[in-house]
């Protein structure tokens, strides 16, 4: 014990020295990375924040130059009726012939009527604007001035136009040809490209966008001005900015320290924990030999009393005869019972458990499983309740598979039963009555019941609970485990349902074989645990 609890100690010590050894220059060159990362990705936040300022700036001269370039084109019918003298009519005429794109009425204002209109210098030229006298409406005036032959201005002639429709109609050619085509422009088009453009009303709602925003941290927003003085335009970098870059390098910084220090933690109480295991293992493992062991050595030894007893023909009736017969039968039912659970456990945990599927009658599965457990229910004294139907649907199983878990369920039911003696059996269906979708068979004692926090561990292997009659109870912890895998393999589950000191309910539901699937041809299914 002494030297066990030295090497304990001293594993803990090594796996402590070895921890730190790799963790403190580990940790150090991370951190120097992380200093030197977020240096990094903070300068160029800065120059990305003022980079996108500046592009909104000139996103937004770009629609107001693409405005000025549409409003040149369709006024020139119109400037040629004013320098002719043409009549306000006239020049409304030639206006409306040139709406096109502006989607509103053309409109003439007189030189008297412009004190209310405003002027926007765009490349060295006057564009008059004015938003529309009826609230809510969002339409804009927007219009250049007419001279006559003399040259003198007479009055602006122009469209009504809507601002939302002008933006999102325009944004691509804007961003993809206008911006480009500025050769004054900061950082030429490959930067356009890894910017995120997008034009926004003033209450946040989306008009349109270029690009996908990658990240907003540096993304700037900035009031457009002339027609467009309701709206924003809002730059942001995409994915696959600098920017971008610099706060994924963070991340992974940050990912790298966290993945580091949690490999360490992981590997000392992995390290430790498997040597736990086994310990645990070994302990399971000697505790199940010993148990199956005396499984073993009663039954045999209550055949070998009876058949001796026959052979020395010491029994004084054909009752005692029959009884001695009887419990032959019984052990021999329990010694395979036990065997057929040891030897289907090691072949599931193998692989190598084989299951012949075709049609099964549920019914028949119960009748088979009853007919081998009555003899052991009459010993004990146990009452049987039958609730089955006349008929169920079949299912795809292995029918001696199913018989196997019917008289484990009964065998569990039979020995954590208490002083009521009693046992139900039920079938039934699930699903609208024509077409029912499973088929369940329950097992009910009233027994010492489960702990809803044990209810998940029945079903492991070797498990059996440290409450109740468990201690006076012989068995090998495999039953429950067997009934689980074996009903999984067949597309099913096992449902439970208990109540301390109440009893348990134990239900296998299966997936009623339809159609095709009934007659599918499928002899042989392999399955491990």
Same mark, same amino acid.
């Given at each position: 014990?002494?030297?066990?609890?030295?090497?304990?100690?001293?594993?803990?010590? !090594?796996?402590? =020295? =070895?921890?730190?050894?790799?963790?403190?220059?580990?940790?150090?060159?991370?951190?120097?990375?992380?200093?030197?990362?977020?240096?990094?990705?903070?300068?160029?936040? *800065?120059?990305?924040?003022?980079?996108?300022?500046?592009?909104?700036?000139?996103?937004?001269?770009?629609?107001?130059?693409?405005?000025?370039?549409? =409003?040149?084109?369709?006024?020139?019918?119109?400037? *040629?009726?004013?320098?002719?003298?043409?009549?306000?009519?006239?020049?409304?005429?030639?206006?409306?012939?040139? #709406?096109?794109?502006?989607?509103?009425?053309?409109?003439?204002?007189?030189?008297?009527?412009?004190?209310?209109?405003?002027?926007?210098?765009? &490349?060295?030229?006057?564009?008059?604007?004015?938003?529309?006298?009826?609230?809510?409406?969002?339409?804009?005036?927007?219009?250049?001035?007419?001279?006559?032959?003399?040259?003198?201005?007479?009055?602006?002639?122009?469209?009504?136009?809507?601002?939302?429709?002008?933006?999102?109609?325009?944004?691509?050619?804007?961003?993809?040809?206008?911006?480009?085509?500025?050769?004054?422009?900061?950082?030429?088009?490959?930067?356009?490209?890894?910017?995120?453009?997008?034009?926004?009303?003033?209450? /946040?709602?989306?008009?349109?966008?270029?690009?996908?925003?990658?990240?907003?941290?540096?993304?700037?927003?900035?009031?457009?001005?002339?027609?467009?003085?309701?709206?924003?335009?809002?730059?942001?970098?995409?994915? *696959?900015?600098?920017?971008?870059?610099?706060?994924?390098?963070?991340?992974?910084?940050?990912?790298?320290?966290?993945?580091? /220090?949690?490999?360490?933690?992981?590997?000392?109480?992995?390290?430790?924990?498997?040597?736990?295991?086994?310990?645990?293992?070994?302990?399971?493992?000697?505790?199940?030999?010993?148990?199956?062991?005396?499984?073993?050595?009663?039954?045999?030894?209550?055949?070998?009393?009876?058949? &001796?007893?026959? #052979?020395?023909?010491?029994? *004084?009736?054909?009752?005692?005869?029959?009884?001695?017969?009887?419990?032959?039968?019984?052990?021999?039912?329990?010694?395979?019972?036990?065997?057929?659970?040891?030897?289907?456990?090691?072949?599931?945990?193998?692989?190598?458990?084989?299951?012949?599927?075709?049609?099964?009658?549920?019914?028949?599965?119960?009748?088979?499983?009853?007919?081998?457990?009555?003899?052991?229910?009459?010993?004990?004294?146990?009452?049987?309740?039958?609730?089955?139907?006349?008929?169920?649907?079949?299912?795809?199983?292995?029918?001696?598979?199913?018989?196997?878990?019917?008289?484990?369920?009964?065998?569990?039911?039979?020995?954590?039963?208490?002083?009521?003696?009693?046992?139900?059996?039920?079938?039934?269906?699930?699903?609208?009555?024509?077409?029912?979708? &499973?088929?369940?068979?329950?097992?009910?004692?009233?027994?010492?019941?489960?702990?809803?926090?044990?209810?998940?561990?029945?079903?492991?292997?070797?498990?059996?609970?440290?409450?109740?009659?468990?201690?006076?109870?012989?068995?090998?912890?495999?039953?429950?485990?067997?009934?689980?895998?074996?009903?999984?393999?067949?597309?099913?589950?096992?449902?439970?349902?208990?109540?301390?000191?109440?009893?348990? !309910?134990?239900?296998?539901?299966?997936?009623?074989?339809?159609?095709?699937?009934?007659?599918?041809?499928?002899?042989?299914?392999?399955?491990?645990?």
């Amino acid at each position: 014990m002494l030297g066990s609890r030295f090497n304990l100690h001293f594993s803990h010590r !090594t796996v402590a =020295l =070895l921890g730190f050894a790799i963790a403190a220059p580990a940790l150090f060159l991370a951190g120097l990375g992380i200093f030197l990362t977020l240096r990094i990705a903070h300068a160029i936040e *800065n120059d990305s924040v003022r980079y996108n300022t500046y592009m909104a700036l000139q996103v937004g001269e770009a629609f107001e130059q693409e405005l000025m370039a549409e =409003l040149r084109r369709a006024i020139v019918p119109a400037e *040629n009726a004013a320098r002719v003298g043409g009549s306000r009519e006239r020049i409304l005429e030639e206006l409306r012939s040139q #709406q096109g794109d502006f989607l509103l009425a053309p409109a003439m204002v007189p030189v008297t009527d412009l004190t209310g209109y405003s002027l926007l210098i765009v &490349e060295a030229q006057p564009l008059v604007y004015a938003p529309a006298p009826q609230p809510g409406s969002g339409a804009y005036f927007a219009g250049l001035l007419l001279r006559d032959a003399r040259g003198q201005v007479i009055g602006a002639g122009g469209w009504w136009i809507s601002p939302s429709r002008f933006l999102e109609r325009h944004l691509e050619s804007v961003v993809q040809d206008r911006l480009p085509a500025n050769s004054r422009l900061y950082g030429g088009y490959e930067n356009i490209r890894k910017l995120n453009i997008q034009i926004l009303r003033a209450d /946040g709602v989306e008009i349109g966008h270029v690009r996908e925003s990658g990240t907003a941290r540096t993304a700037h927003a900035e009031a457009l001005s002339g027609p467009f003085e309701r709206y924003l335009v809002r730059v942001a970098p995409t994915s *696959n900015a600098p920017v971008a870059w610099a706060g994924n390098l963070v991340v992974f910084g940050i990912t790298f320290i966290g993945l580091l /220090g949690l490999a360490i933690v992981v590997a000392a109480v992995f390290g430790l924990r498997y040597a736990v295991l086994q310990l645990e293992l070994a302990q399971i493992k000697a505790g199940f030999v010993s148990t199956v062991t005396h499984e073993l050595k009663t039954p045999i030894a209550l055949i070998r009393l009876a058949v &001796e007893t026959l #052979q020395l023909r010491r029994v *004084n009736s054909p009752e005692e005869h029959e009884r001695f017969l009887a419990t032959i039968a019984r052990e021999t039912l329990r010694l395979s019972q036990l065997v057929d659970n040891i030897l289907d456990f090691a072949r599931l945990e193998a692989g190598q458990r084989l299951f012949r599927f075709e049609n099964v009658d549920l019914l028949e599965v119960v009748r088979g499983a009853l007919e081998s457990f009555q003899p052991r229910l009459e010993h004990q004294g146990f009452e049987l309740k039958l609730e089955l139907p006349e008929s169920l649907p079949p299912v795809r199983g292995d029918a001696a598979a199913l018989v196997h878990c019917m008289l484990n369920l009964l065998d569990n039911a039979m020995k954590y039963s208490k002083g009521r003696r009693e046992i139900r059996v039920a079938a039934g269906t699930r699903g609208p009555a024509s077409d029912p979708t &499973e088929v369940t068979l329950s097992v009910t004692d009233h027994g010492i019941g489960i702990a809803p926090e044990d209810q998940r561990r029945v079903f492991e292997k070797f498990v059996r609970l440290e409450t109740g009659l468990v201690h006076d109870v012989k068995g090998t912890g495999l039953g429950l485990s067997l009934v689980d895998q074996i009903v999984r393999a067949h597309d099913g589950r096992v449902e439970l349902s208990s109540k301390p000191g109440e009893g348990s !309910t134990f239900t296998i539901v299966l997936p009623v074989a339809h159609g095709l699937e009934a007659s599918r041809p499928e002899p042989r299914r392999r399955t491990a645990s």
